[in-house]
């Protein structure tokens, strides 16, 4: 057998309907995509590629990644698929489980070149110049493969973190695509928008019309409502699959804006849906066909229930979450709870199990992760258990919890997600959270504060314990949904502490300072402008034989201007950047609009007018030099405009924004220098190289990054150069400086010259065990070495000299 016999043939009969349309709104017709297909499958197979290779696919989620699916699956080999919100370690450890023969990787996702698992991988295909390819060569014909032989391998990890390869076989394939046929009621010629990679390979053997969600799916929490409505009755789609977190904005939505939702179903899971949802969707369409969809990586469908029997169910509030029936191609069994179970839940409690066509058999090269999760019957059918509590009634399922996460107490374990829908129901409650923490039973919500007093109310009506109530900023979600709470990192909050959460509502001075803490941290700011300009200006005052004094004000306003022009250096940052680190880092504040960039701008407008007023009373050196910063630091924020030509050009890039510490130094000594001084200096230029390229080994250990630290919209030295490149640029830099206070005709204290290169070796050092280890950890251990090598030279140039 091979899934894709009937999917090809669908494809043909379709001919020209559109198949695809994408982000940008481009559309492929299933003759297009059937063209794609097979070229892909013929240039593949000339490749090597056939029934026994492992292939990684890494493109963002458009029509190339699908017509490479479906490539691979028509010629017999394995795809290799990770979700996109995994990060690198995650990434690291689910292909190390798996050794890939093949990388088919678009241009856009070269950046994961810098991972270590993906360069390993032997021999490596780009996607673009395959679709690009002019070959005539066409495969028609489909491989035969045995129906347990893999087609697809995702990872899951449940409540561990720890990647665990799901092994889809075409057998699998073929009967879950049947089943969302069945069960989700699809029919030709339908327009359904979907999130989830699977959905969309269903459709194309359906003979769906697919739109592709518009927003990054690494972050779904970003996804914009608007834009998604947009594409719903832009393209007048008929379904959707959606997680319940983008389902809700969708909803909030269309209710703020009195708008109306056109669409005949709604399928939503991954995560609880609450009933509020489901209540509010029905009142915006009454007519929708709405569906929770209970499943996991290894069993999709598992049970159904209508938004509407969600509302009804939901009235018994200490059943939970309704899930609904299991679906009838299944067979299932209710396995006994590890302890006793807590009066609190009403009927049969016990963890579902399951078997059937669609429910995976086993897991890539882990049979711990077999042994743990399944087991064989007397008929030697494979079962699933799935790790979730539920309460049975009249053979209608509600979730209570996972069998991981009992709270225990005297009375025996209690489920929590009965108690956080009622408290989520509570006036001022957004989000709770009932867990266990150090033997302690704790409550946590986001909300008002006030709620304290309805919640402890609320524990005493239903005789439940609680030890602590705990009103905390923000909850913790998932990665992947942004709808189940991330149980690990709230404990971890709950034991060390919450992180101050800024709002759009919170005071302007609350704002003003978690900004400054994110991207111009005070103090340390000003201690390293003190230390800079203090040992700018006692080194030129020696090397020009003048008197220093830590008693002249002049030094003391020097410093306070300079602070200020950092600050501007910053702000002009901001502006510039602005677009690029919205999609970078769409976290910072920002990016997220608590500080509006119209504020940035009046701050940038006013520290340069307060840093000429300054310079000028301080007199005509200061003012000339001040007005030469302001010059090269408006060239800095216009890019020297030529952007274009000077993007690719990382080195240039970097000697021109460094050449602003040769004014800056200059400026920073005139309180014991004049113009004359430098009128009649010479060989100032090793000192101005030596003193520049302090700050360049800084500026460059900074964005030394490993490979997880890396962004496509973020720029690094070692996105640029490679991670080779740049620790030897930064290597041979560290040697000149060393060399040129070896060189220049300068009479450094043996103390400078010993403290000097005990900085660099620290340095060096962090060099070579990034060098060594390219983590997270060390790339941070880099940037401090690099710290260390900046002020320890700033501090010798201040106070050892």
């Known amino acids: 057998m091979n899934l894709m016999e009937e999917t090809l043939l669908m494809l043909k009969s379709r001919e020209n309907e559109t198949a695809i349309i994408n982000q940008e709104g481009a559309e492929l017709s299933f003759s297009a995509f059937y063209d794609h297909t097979t070229k892909l499958s013929f240039l593949l197979r000339s490749k090597g590629l056939g029934e026994n290779s492992k292939v990684v696919l890494l493109a963002s989620l458009d029509w190339p990644l699908y017509c490479a699916i479906a490539a691979c699956f028509q010629i017999g080999a394995t795809v290799v698929l990770v979700d996109p919100w995994a990060n690198s370690d995650y990434i690291e450890k689910a292909l190390s489980q798996v050794n890939p023969e093949f990388l088919i990787i678009s241009k856009k996702a070269r950046l994961f070149y810098l991972k270590k698992s993906i ?18 060569g066409r495969l028609t014909e489909v491989t035969q493969v045995e129906d347990e032989h893999t087609a697809l391998i995702t990872f899951t990890s449940g409540t561990t973190g720890i990647p665990k390869g799901f092994d889809r076989s075409h057998f699998f394939l073929l009967s879950q695509q049947k089943a969302h046929d069945t069960y989700f009621d699809h029919h030709e010629k339908e327009i359904d928008l979907s999130m989830y990679p699977v959905f969309v390979l269903s459709n194309l053997k359906s003979g769906m019309t697919s739109v592709l969600i518009k927003g990054n799916l690494r972050k779904i929490d970003t996804i914009k409502p608007e834009e998604l409505y947009q594409q719903l009755t832009h393209y007048k789609v008929a379904s959707i699959s959606v997680s319940p977190v983008i389902l809700e904005k969708l909803v909030r939505y269309c209710e703020d804006h009195k708008k109306p939702l056109p669409l005949k179903k709604v399928f939503t899971g991954g995560a609880p849906v609450r009933r509020d949802i489901c209540e509010r969707l029905l009142k915006i369409n009454p007519d929708i066909g709405g569906w929770v969809v209970y499943g996991s990586t290894e069993a999709e469908p598992i049970a159904l229930v209508s938004m509407k029997e969600v509302v009804e169910k939901s ?80 053979s209608f399922l509600s979730m209570i919890g996972r069998k991981s996460n009992p709270i225990q107490t005297p009375l025996g374990d209690l489920y929590p997600v009965p108690v956080e829908n009622q408290i989520d129901q509570l006036s001022g409650v957004k989000k709770s959270a009932y867990l266990q923490v150090q033997n302690k039973i704790v409550l946590a919500y986001e909300g008002d504060p006030a709620s304290r007093l309805l919640i402890e109310k609320f524990f005493v009506q239903e005789n439940l314990p609680c030890d602590e109530i705990k009103n905390i900023e923000s909850i913790p979600m998932d990665a992947r949904h942004r709808s189940k709470i991330d149980l690990p990192s709230l404990k971890t909050e709950l034991v060390q ?72 250096l910053r702000m002009a940052d901001e502006i510039k ?55 090269w630091a408006n060239l800095m924020a216009q890019e020297f405009f030529c952007k274009e030509f000077l993007d690719p050009k990382v080195t240039l890039n970097l000697v021109l924004h460094q050449f602003i510490l040769v004014p800056l130094a200059l400026y920073s000594a005139l309180p014991f220098i004049t113009l004359d001084h430098l009128k009649n200096g010479s060989g100032l230029f090793p000192v101005l190289l030596f003193l520049t390229l302090l700050y360049t080994v800084y500026e460059m250990a900074r964005k030394t990054w490993s490979p997880d630290r890396e962004n496509e919209n973020a720029d690094s030295y070692t996105r640029f150069w490679g991670i080779n490149g740049a620790l030897i640029v930064q290597g041979i830099m560290t040697v000149v400086i060393m060399v040129l206070m070896e060189t220049m005709k300068f009479d450094f204290p043996l103390i400078y010259r010993l403290l000097a290169y005990t900085f660099s070796g620290i340095y060096l050092l962090s060099l070579i065990m990034f060098k060594r280890q390219t983590t997270r950890k060390m790339s941070k251990m880099v940037e401090t070495g690099g710290s260390i090598f900046l002020l320890g030279m700033c501090a010798l140039n201040a106070f050892a000299l």
């Open 315 to 394: 009235e018994d509030k200490r059943a939970g979450t309704p899930l609904g029936r299991i679906v009838d191609a299944l067979t299932y069994d209710l396995l006994p709870p590890p302890g006793k179970v807590h009066p609190y839940h009403q009927g049969k409690v016990g963890e579902v199990a399951l078997t059937g066509d669609f429910v995976g058999k086993r897991y890539w090269n882990n049979e711990k992760a077999f042994h743990e999760n399944k087991w064989v019957d007397e008929q030697g059918r494979i079962w699933h258990k799935t790790g979730d509590m539920v309460l049975e009634r009249d």
């Open 577 to 631: 950047d602005f677009g690029k680190d919205s999609k970078a880092f769409p976290e910072r504040i920002l990016s997220r609009g608590i500080i509006k960039l119209d504020l940035v701008r009046a701050v940038l407008y006013s520290t340069i007018l307060i840093e000429l007023i300054i310079s000028a009373l301080m007199g005509t050196s200061h003012l000339i030099f001040m007005i030469i910063l302001q010059i």
């Open 119 to 136: 360069r390993q991988i032997p021999w490596k295909i780009l996607l673009d110049d395959l679709i690009n390819d002019p070959t005539t």
């Open 497 to 568: 502490g919450p992180k101050m959460t800024i709002t759009h509502d919170s005071p302007l001075f609350k704002r003003l300072l978690a900004y400054t803490n994110e991207r111009f941290p005070l103090v340390p700011i000003f201690l390293f402008v003190f230390l800079l300009t203090s040992g700018y200006a006692h080194f030129f005052a020696a090397w020009f034989k003048t008197s220093f004094s830590w008693q002249e004000p002049k030094l003391w306003i020097t410093m306070g201007t300079v602070f200020l022009f950092m600050l501007q």
